[in-house]
């Protein structure tokens, strides 16, 4: 009996707070909202990229490095990365490009 109360008890009490969160919705003004209403654009002329850098293709797993020739950092799988813009040619005739990576600036040798 006491168990059949308790549950009786518990759902009651689900029950009424179901019943409180489906109330109706405050009518209105909100009184605190914030709007910026600004002359400004957002983005000023000076802040668009007229030479973006090129972006750069992997199409295998490629190894990134902290610099031309030096400690690998980590790998990247086949995606679009974005270059600084910085090259490096070495006397093998392949290319280090300087990319973007979460780690910050990194380089990858291109064949």
Same mark, same amino acid.
């Given at each position: 009996? &006491?168990k %059949?109360l308790?549950?009786?008890? +518990?759902? +009651?009490?689900?029950?009424?707070?179901t +019943?409180? =969160?489906?109330?109706d919705p405050? *009518? !209105?003004t909100?009184?605190?909202? %914030?709007?910026?209403?600004?002359?400004e654009?957002?983005?000023?002329?000076?802040?668009?990229?007229?030479?973006? %850098?090129?972006?750069?293709?992997?199409? &295998?797993? %490629? @190894?990134?490095?902290?610099?031309p020739?030096?400690? &690998?950092?980590g790998a990247l799988?086949?995606? &679009?990365?974005?270059?600084t813009g910085?090259r490096?040619?070495? =006397?093998? !005739?392949?290319?280090w490009?300087?990319i @973007?990576?979460?780690?910050? *600036?990194?380089?990858?040798?291109?064949?």
């Amino acid at each position: 009996m &006491k168990k %059949t109360l308790g549950i009786t008890a +518990a759902l +009651a009490l689900a029950l009424s707070l179901t +019943a409180v =969160a489906s109330a109706d919705p405050i *009518t !209105g003004t909100v009184t605190n909202a %914030t709007y910026n209403n600004t002359e400004e654009p957002i983005i000023k002329p000076e802040e668009v990229v007229l030479n973006p %850098t090129p972006m750069h293709e992997l199409t &295998k797993v %490629t @190894y990134f490095y902290n610099a031309p020739n030096g400690k &690998k950092v980590g790998a990247l799988a086949p995606q &679009k990365v974005d270059t600084t813009g910085n090259r490096f040619e070495d =006397a093998r !005739g392949g290319e280090w490009v300087e990319i @973007y990576t979460w780690l910050g *600036t990194a380089w990858i040798y291109v064949d």
